[in-house]
């Protein structure tokens, strides 16, 4: 089992949160985390965490003041791994069992923040991004952590804030154009 996870910023700095037990599974670390809640502003603000794994993004959005967070995933491990990790740090997330293109397709509810973690070069982002164009009300603020060298076509909808590398990774912050 990959390391514990620390929470690093908030009401819950220094809480750790329990990794998936799936070595398919892979970490938003906690230098990037904090790289990214250095770049957005999640107060008050509601968080919805795609590819969600352990919720450790989640986890720290509700940390770090955002009003809610729910999270989806298709691996009912990993739900069952983020629901236990919310509980252990006393807080609430709402989690959803599903496809993330089922998902956005259905959704109804409104989001000001996305975060997605899809796994690497997989064509994920190029297809995430087209759902969310479609979908106002999800997602003011987009927020992707890619591999650094997967490529993918940025609707005309997204206007890209910030891209910051850190490995074979990169953070790319996309703002949904007025």
Not at 44 to 70: H, M, N, P
Not at 132 to 152: C, D, H, M, Q, W
Request: contains cysteine; aromatic residues 8%.
């Amino acid at each position: 089992m990959k390391s514990i996870l620390r929470i690093t910023g908030g009401f819950l700095k220094g809480r750790l949160v329990k990794p998936v037990p799936d070595p398919r599974t892979r970490y938003t670390g906690s230098m990037v985390r904090q790289a990214i809640f250095n770049m957005i502003d999640v107060k008050d603000k509601t968080f919805l965490e795609l590819f969600c794994g352990s919720a450790v993004v989640s986890i720290e959005a509700i940390s770090r003041g955002a009003k809610s967070a729910t999270v989806v995933d298709i691996s009912p491990l990993a739900l069952k791994t983020a629901l236990q990790n919310a509980e252990n740090c006393g807080i609430k997330l709402e989690a959803v069992r599903a496809d993330f293109k089922v998902f956005l397709k259905n959704c109804s509810k409104d989001f000001d923040i996305v975060f997605a973690d899809p796994p690497y070069n997989a064509g994920y982002v190029d297809e995430l991004l087209k759902i969310l164009a479609e979908k106002p009300n999800v997602g003011s603020l987009i927020v992707i952590e890619k591999a650094f060298r997967e490529t993918y076509d940025k609707p005309t909808e997204f206007e890209i804030l910030k891209s910051k590398r850190y490995g074979d990774s990169e953070v790319v912050i996309l703002e949904r154009r007025k």
